[in-house]
């Protein structure tokens, strides 16, 4: 891997650990209760919310395993 292909993929991965910390900070104040709305909805926000932090962590391993040259690991599932 070249310095411009490794650069690229440290821009690709950033963006993808930035996505997720903004994900995570909506999760967070989706549970601090600031938006007036029905408990279910707010569930159902959070639980879409839960999914989306799944996608960033998988795409944050296949980014940081590229960066590195190592075979792909398989994320642990999480129980629920």
């Not at 440290?10 to 900070?25: E, G, N, P, Q």
Request: glycine content about 4%.
């Amino acid at each position: 891997m070249d310095v411009i292909e490794f650069a690229g993929k440290m821009c690709h991965l950033k963006t993808a650990i930035d996505k997720y910390l903004d994900v995570k900070k909506a999760r967070e104040y989706c549970k601090d209760g600031h938006l007036p709305l029905p408990p279910d909805v707010m569930s159902t926000i959070i639980e879409l919310i839960g999914d989306e932090m799944d996608q960033c962590e998988k795409e944050i391993i296949e980014l940081a395993t590229k960066l590195s040259d190592r075979p792909e690991e398989q994320p642990d599932k999480k129980k629920k």
